[in-house]
């Protein structure tokens, strides 16, 4: 599995059939074979998009797939439903868009306290035994709950094992570092980092304002986007570009290459607007970071610790 990989989450709202492809043709020309998408993404546009793409671009034996259910779109409102039956549905809904007999890594997208752990868990080891996933893992779990879900599945023989979590890490947003790193690693679980680039911020691209063409701008993800336009982010953006100066590389290369790195990431996920975009994103893959860089920004961007994480 390549250490970067490439996420889908604008495919089919605002990267358009064409651009995804040349996405995904400059993605495997550099190595990458791990592609995540999830059924919510578009509303399944993004999974359409990617599946009509596979094979006329890269044979579907030279990819890692990647699939996530559990949260629906209804209305224009974000819904919450990870009982048996709606992931089970999700899941099939996303074989049949992606034209597969099965993906590789199954997540359940998010946490809800509305359904039994066991229930969700129990549609996880029936789409491994039927052969609908290969793998599974879970996203977007608090320590707690990463801990619970891993060691219900380790508890009998014959349940699906989780090996991965998905979870936002950054240099902006280090917050899994206080529980989530530690329980993934104590229980086998691989960390995918998503938005590695702070939802865009550590490009550097809004230091002066807003580009008409960037997520902030669009009515999708400024939301998304604007949690990172604060302050503390700026001082964090500022040091990124000083180091990235001093390198000769760009400030993105610098960001990713830094959680791509960190203990227990498996792969951080990438996304472009563009494919030339992802070429520069991709460069990333050839750096590494001296030592008294790294130290700098772990220093700027160092997460709040305290009780219980830390005890005096």
């Not at 793409?53 to 209305?75: F, H, Q």
Request: hydrophobic share 40%.
């Amino acid at each position: 599995m390549s250490r970067l990989a490439l996420g889908t989450m604008t495919w089919g709202r605002d990267t358009d059939q064409h651009e995804a492809r040349d996405q995904l043709e400059a993605f495997v020309e550099a190595g990458g074979t791990l592609v995540d998408t999830a059924a919510s993404y578009g509303d399944g546009q993004s999974e359409r998009v990617l599946g009509d793409l596979l094979e006329a671009v890269v044979p579907r034996g030279d990819v890692v797939l990647a699939t996530k259910s559990g949260v629906l779109r209804a209305l224009g409102s974000r819904v919450v439903d990870v009982s048996r039956k709606a992931m089970l549905d999700q899941l099939d809904a996303s074989l049949d868009r992606l034209d597969i007999d099965y993906v590789d890594l199954w997540q359940v997208e998010t946490w809800s306290d509305e359904v039994p752990l066991e229930e969700t868990l129990a549609a996880v080891d029936y789409a491994v035994s039927t052969g609908r996933a290969r793998y599974v893992g879970i996203s977007n779990y608090a320590g707690w709950q990463t801990g619970w879900s891993a060691s219900h599945q380790a508890a009998a023989p014959g349940r699906a094992p989780l090996v991965s979590t998905q979870v936002e890490y950054s240099l902006v947003q280090r917050g899994i570092e206080r529980e989530v790193v530690r329980a993934a690693s104590s229980l086998g679980l691989g960390v995918l980092a998503w938005s590695p680039l702070g939802r865009g911020v550590l490009t550097g691209k809004y230091r002066s304002g807003t580009p008409a063409d960037s997520r902030a701008a669009s009515p999708h993800f400024s939301r998304f986007v604007d949690v990172y336009l604060d302050q503390r982010s700026r001082q964090i953006v500022e040091a990124v570009c000083t180091a990235a100066e001093g390198l000769a590389v760009q400030p993105l290369e610098v960001a990713l290459a830094w959680v791509r790195d960190q203990p227990g990431v498996g792969a951080a996920i990438v996304g472009a607007r563009t494919a030339a975009q992802l070429r520069g994103v991709l460069a990333a893959e050839e750096l590494t970071l001296p030592d008294e860089i790294r130290t700098a920004l772990d220093e700027v961007s160092a997460p709040i610790w305290g009780y219980p994480e830390r005890r005096r």
